[in-house]
């Protein structure tokens, strides 16, 4: 049984000096417990925060501890009576082959429903995250212009579609040709700009000739900077997540002061925890959508338990395309 261990706290980028794969024997549930098999394991941005011992909304992961996140597990032996052996279910886990958890902290995923990693990606948190981000926050409106960065990630890739949904015009801001193909012919969004070879400021400007009213920000930094200039009179940015700083903590920008003041902005930043008790009502938007062919969404699935690292490494180059999982084994 292999589990992933944080070693070092990255300063910077974290590397394979900071995990160690790491042998151990197989657990035992207790009383109220189940003995599961991980099947996919999640790969999320936020990670990286809880690799520092700075203090968060959420508690930073011990040295020489797994690593936890979003998982799908199968129950191969259960001491517990919500669940029997064969179940499929969902939860925070450890990055372990086999694990062990308690009965309360498990959801139960049914295949019929569709794919079933989809409860990681579309169907749970990244999805919840754009519905809620953006319809509690963003608030838009017909015919308003919304420009979204990191819009081919997992949340980002929800948030346009949305934004489509709600009858805006969109603009994607992306890193890779594939990425801005991606958005333009297959989820129909207006302009997008490719942040890497592109100047972003005069495409900015140039894709959105009515201002932006709504800024759904995945990645913060250099990007943000060229969209608060645009910002409409009572624009709203939804301050999802600041990726472009994930890995140099002393980064810094332009003073936004004043064009906040200027364009009577509201910013306001949130974890998708805040909304907790409407997950269901996010849910049923994001499965209705889905059914009606007016919501997709894209997977990035790479193979194997020992690739756990490369695939996490992966998120700050830009290597995945949609939700970035890894595939553990087979049901
Ligand atoms: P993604 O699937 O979007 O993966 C990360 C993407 O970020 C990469 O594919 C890459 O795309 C882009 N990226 C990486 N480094 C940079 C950089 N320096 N500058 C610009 N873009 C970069 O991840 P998620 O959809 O899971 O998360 C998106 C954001 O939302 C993250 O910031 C995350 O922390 C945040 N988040 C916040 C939540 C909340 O509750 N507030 C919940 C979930 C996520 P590219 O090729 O375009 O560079």
Redesign the pocket.
């Given at each position: 049984n292999r589990e992933i261990h944080l070693v070092k706290r990255p300063e910077a980028t974290p590397t394979h000096e900071h995990l160690n794969i790491v042998e151990q024997s197989n657990p035992k549930p207790e009383e109220g417990e189940v003995l599961l098999r991980t099947l996919y394991v999640s790969v999320?941005?936020?990670m990286r925060?809880r690799m520092s011992d700075a203090k968060s909304y959420i508690e930073p992961f011990q040295l020489n501890e797994p690593i936890s996140g979003g998982a799908i597990a199968q129950v191969t032996e259960s001491r517990s009576e919500q669940f029997n052996q064969g179940d499929i279910v969902t939860g925070a886990l450890e990055w372990k082959e086999y694990s062990v958890a308690d009965e309360k902290s498990l959801r139960k995923v049914d295949p019929s429903l569709g794919p079933v990693t989809t409860s990681l990606g579309i169907l749970g948190?990244?999805g919840l995250?754009a519905y809620f981000?953006l319809i509690d926050i963003g608030a838009p409106k017909e015919g308003e212009t919304l420009v979204v960065?990191?819009?081919?990630?997992?949340?980002?890739?929800a948030v346009v579609q949305i934004g489509k949904i709600y009858g805006c015009r969109v603009v994607g801001?992306?890193?890779?040709k594939e990425?801005t193909r991606y958005l333009t012919d297959e989820l129909g969004v207006d302009v997008v700009i490719n942040?890497?070879n592109e100047n972003v400021a005069q495409a900015l400007e140039e894709a959105c000739p009515n201002g932006v009213d709504v800024y759904f920000d995945?990645?913060?930094?250099d990007?943000s900077d060229s969209v608060y200039p645009l910002l409409n009179k009572f624009a709203r940015i939804v301050?999802?997540?600041?990726?472009?700083s994930?890995n140099t903590p002393n980064d810094q920008g332009p003073r936004i002061h004043m064009q906040l003041i200027k364009s009577s902005a509201l910013v306001k930043?949130?974890?998708?925890?805040?909304y907790q008790e409407r997950f269901s009502e996010g849910f049923q938007h994001l499965s209705k959508w889905l059914q009606e062919g007016k919501l997709t969404y894209e997977e990035t699935i790479v193979e194997g338990f020992d690739q756990i690292p490369d695939a996490f490494f992966?998120?700050?180059?830009?290597?995945?395309?949609?939700?970035?999982l890894v595939k553990v084994a087979d049901p």
């Open positions: 999320d941005p936020y925060g948190m990244p995250t981000g960065s990191g819009a081919a990630g997992a949340v980002g890739s801001i992306a890193g890779t990425k942040y890497k995945n990645v913060g930094g990007i301050q999802c997540g600041a990726i472009s994930y930043g949130f974890t998708v925890g805040d992966g998120l700050f180059k830009g290597e995945n395309l949609g939700k970035q």
